[in-house]
């Protein structure tokens, strides 16, 4: 059973309807749009993209909290399609933690950290004297310690790192087999971020769980994942080892993103950078074929304005969606070399 | 004391702070440091440590509940401060220092046209003597930071964030300042365009000589525009110096936690965190404010230690480099 995948997710789509006067259909936002990857258990894997590539909606989508528009689902053995869909939903919110993007909203500011991390335990029947152990454990677990300072304690009274822990703490309150931490720390200053992610990773180790890390920070992912998916417009674009990613990007957009992104370094002020112009396309009604093709210097008239890509492997292990890969194409450092 | 006549700004012992009903809250609180003509400068440090607050003050775009405003601020030689706010608003502010504020892009009025927007400053402070001419130059500034000059015509919401944002850059150049504040200018937006802005921010500098002081709490972004490095906490500045020597070697203990914390792409490091949380700004403490956080904190530390020159236009407000 090892080797089982925890999540297994198949040309996914979730799309969001536009009306017009709240009542006329006027198209989709195509947020998720043909998404498929699996994850093992004890993985962790990130997703980077930019702000409305559709991060969050696929993380909604893979909580519940957004139904999709086609594709399937398949989280521990138990495959989450139409039918299912209630008892499967209740399967996932007692199985999969969420960590939300803001812990300023996330947490309701009435309630103590007592109540906070008693109320899914109350709601999943857990007894009552079992309830504070768990909670002490938790807390320990995301070193609000002692726990005794902090269990009653409100939301406001917790810097904005005490907070993104105890959202965490919530996230892990159930024991799940899945995290899904959405921008976990975006919010936070630098000097605590690490504290957080490095948190993150070890319970992630120790309690053998799986972790979707979302994030648009490129920078951050190398210190939480081995492995990282990169979302543009919709669409995972390119799947690899982040230290392949890193070295060696093969979708041209991937290669933008590592040229915008410098390490601290006092020579950057002197060298503007070559990065395509432009913005992120619409998703109501994105581009045809390839979505980054009007940015793309690479582009080939003809097929990559045509037909969508699919995935290519030209590296094993390292999938991409780009036509520059498709058999007998020259790759891409040759060319430009 | 600071040579008033060289260099461009010249800040002394700058305080601002803020009435609350828990008590004042010391936003900006003894700041000291100068810059000359073309340098860029940047302005790191966590949130809440007042950065947008120190570039409101040496604006002085006050709100209401100031508490206390002292010191001076002496640009191109004038000491500023003293000026009435009439002579401000009509000689300083826009014409010879403006802001993008932290989210202006947000703030642009949804019912006038852009390009009304851009041209305003020139308008207000007679520096165009038609809205033709105003147009004209809304024009030219929209070139140079990468807008089509179609956009002139359109309303805000017709512009994608990046497009907003280049728009306020435009009407914070358009009266062609010698000093511009650039309060987190690029970090509501995507990565690749915010690298396109601080390209056309590079190039400004480069052909213009424009000097910008940006503020900023990304250091990796910091490091795209700094030729000077200052760092603050707590209200305060801690470290000031030149952005090779800041990137590479930090001298005061949280300039050099904070470098640590910064996640690199590229390099492999051990990262480092700080812990704790930055001072309450409302009772901060007597001696260093970093001194309650500080690994390397000794005895002396209740003190204030002096913000100081090290050599090598280095400053250091650390009683380990005294
Ligand atoms: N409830 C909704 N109804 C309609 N459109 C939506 C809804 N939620 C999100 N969208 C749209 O879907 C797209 C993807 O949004 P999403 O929040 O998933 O992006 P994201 O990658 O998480 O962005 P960010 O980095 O800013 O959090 C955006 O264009 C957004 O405007
Ligand atoms: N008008 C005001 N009245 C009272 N307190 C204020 C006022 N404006 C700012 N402050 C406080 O002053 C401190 C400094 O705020 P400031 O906005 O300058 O921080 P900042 O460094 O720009 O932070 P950020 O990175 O989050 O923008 C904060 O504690 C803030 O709450
Ligand atoms: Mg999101
Ligand atoms: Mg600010």
């Known amino acids: 059973m090892t080797d089982e995948a925890l999540l297994s997710v198949s040309e996914l789509r979730t799309w969001y309807e536009l009306r017009k006067w709240g009542f006329f259909h006027a198209g989709y936002v195509k947020a998720v749009d043909g998404v498929s990857f699996d994850l093992a258990r004890r993985e962790a894997v990130t997703i980077v993209g930019e702000s409305g590539s559709g991060k969050s909606t696929l993380a909604k989508t893979l909580l519940g909290l957004v139904p999709p528009t086609s594709g399937e689902m398949t989280i521990a053995g138990t495959k989450l399609d139409g039918e299912k869909k209630g008892k499967g939903l209740a399967w996932v919110r007692a199985n999969v933690g969420f960590v939300q993007q803001d812990p300023y909203g996330a947490l309701p500011p009435f309630m103590s950290v007592q109540r906070i991390l008693g109320e899914p335990l109350e709601i999943h029947g857990v007894p009552k004297t079992d309830q504070e152990q768990r909670i002490r454990e938790v807390l320990e677990e995301v070193r609000l310690i002692p726990y005794g300072d902090f269990i009653h304690k409100y939301p406001h009274m917790l810097s904005g790192g005490q907070q993104q822990r105890l959202v965490i703490a919530r996230a892990l309150v159930l024991e799940p087999k899945l995290i899904v931490a959405d921008e976990p720390v975006s919010m936070l200053d630098a000097s605590v971020r690490v504290e957080v992610l490095q948190l993150l990773r070890r319970i992630q180790e120790q309690h053998d769980l799986g972790v979707i890390y979302i994030t648009h920070d490129l920078s951050t992912v190398r210190y939480f994942s081995e492995f990282a998916f990169v979302m543009y417009a919709a669409k995972l674009v390119e799947k690899a080892e982040v230290k392949e990613l890193i070295h060696n990007p093969l979708h041209p957009y991937s290669q933008a993103l590592l040229t915008a992104i410098s390490d601290p370094d006092a020579a950057n002020a002197h060298i503007i950078k070559e990065v395509p112009g432009g913005e992120p396309p619409s998703l109501v009604r994105p581009p045809s074929g390839c979505r980054f093709h009007p940015r793309c210097k690479h582009f080939m008239e003809g097929v990559c304005d045509v037909d969508e890509p699919p995935a290519f492997q030209p590296v094993a292990g390292h999938e991409v969606e780009c036509w520059l890969y498709r058999e007998g194409e020259v790759p891409v450092d040759e060319e430009s070399a | ?322």
Not at chain 2, 43 to 58: D, M, P, Q, W
Not at chain 2, 174 to 179: C, E, V
Not at chain 2, 217 to 231: G, Q
Not at chain 2, 288 to 306: G, L
């Open chain 2, 1 to 322: 004391m600071t040579d008033q006549s060289n260099g461009l700004l010249n800040v002394e012992d700058l305080k601002l702070h803020f009435r609350t009903r828990k008590g004042p809250v010391q936003a900006v609180d003894g700041v000291t440091f100068s810059l000359e003509r073309g340098p860029a400068m940047v302005v790191v440090g966590e949130s809440g440590c007042g950065k947008s607050t120190l570039a409101r003050a040496i604006l002085r775009l006050l709100p209401r509940n100031v508490h206390a405003y002292t010191g001076r601020v002496f640009l191109n030689g004038t000491d500023v401060m003293k000026l009435g706010e009439e002579r401000f608003r009509k000689q300083v502010r826009w014409v010879q220092m403006s802001l993008v504020a932290q989210a202006a892009m947000n703030s642009l009025n949804p019912v006038v046209k852009v390009g009304d927007q851009v041209a305003e400053p020139l308008l207000v402070h007679r520096k165009a003597a038609n809205r033709r001419e105003a147009l004209g130059r809304a024009a030219e500034a929209f070139r140079m930071v990468g807008v089509s000059t179609d956009f002139l015509e359109r309303y805000p919401f017709e512009l994608s964030g990046g497009m907003r944002q280049r728009a306020v850059l435009a009407m914070a150049l358009i009266a062609n300042p010698d000093l511009v504040f650039l309060d987190e200018p690029t970090s509501a937006l995507d990565v690749l365009t915010q690298t396109n802005i601080m390209n056309v921010l590079k190039g400004i500098k480069r052909d213009l000589g424009m000097t910008f002081i940006l503020i900023t709490h990304d250091i990796a972004t910091s490091s795209e525009l700094a030729d000077r490095a200052a760092v603050m906490y707590g209200g305060q500045l801690v470290e000031l110096c030149d952005a090779g020597t800041f990137f590479s070697e930090p001298l005061h203990p949280y300039a050099r936690k904070l470098m640590a914390s910064v996640p690199t792409l590229r390099e492999d490091k051990a990262l480092d965190f700080i812990p704790g949380q930055p001072p309450s700004l409302l009772n901060p403490p007597t001696g260093c404010r970093f001194a309650e956080r500080c690994p390397s904190r000794f005895e002396k530390c209740t003190e204030e230690p002096p913000f100081q020159d090290v050599g090598d236009g280095r400053w250091v407000k650390c009683w380990l480099h005294v």
